[in-house]
């Protein structure tokens, strides 16, 4: 059974930087398809990054140059280094994979909804 535990939440001032982990088990692709997405306190919940099986990463444009999304294949663990962070990153942040057989690109991997597998996410708060 795959399991997905993020860690590394917390709160920071506008401007700061946070970074993110997600340790995943019981998955057995070696490059697996993952990504982050959040749920902010007003917001819908919105894909942030995800990065496939070549390890390209893909962001949304509201993160773009500003988080860069990682993985450890060794480690088996994904990471989200966040940097100049604003209050409206604001949100719970999930950690998600999909195993090999899912289609992984866009539109698919910008939409929570889509990823099978997903951890019980970690809160990130920016104050201003």
């Known amino acids: 059974q795959v399991q997905l535990v993020e860690s590394g939440g917390g709160s920071v001032q506008a401007g700061g930087s946070l970074r993110l982990s997600c340790a995943a088990s019981?998955?057995?692709?070696?490059?697996?398809?993952m990504g982050w997405f959040r749920q902010g306190p007003v917001k819908e919940r919105e894909g942030v990054a995800y990065?496939?099986?070549?390890?390209?990463?893909t962001y949304a444009d509201s993160v773009k140059g500003r988080f860069t999304i990682s993985r450890d294949n060794a480690k088996n663990t994904l990471f989200l280094q966040m940097n100049s962070l604003r209050p409206e990153d604001s949100a719970l942040y999930y950690c998600?994979?999909?195993?090999?057989?899912?289609?992984?690109?866009?539109?698919?991997?910008?939409?929570?909804?889509?990823?099978?597998?997903r951890g019980q996410g970690t809160q990130v708060t920016v104050s201003s």
């Open positions: 998600a994979a999909a195993p090999p057989q899912f289609p992984c690109r866009l539109p698919y991997t910008m939409l929570p909804d889509w990823w099978p597998y």
């Open positions: 990065i496939d099986h070549n390890g390209l990463p």
């Open positions: 019981g998955y057995s692709a070696s490059s697996p398809c």
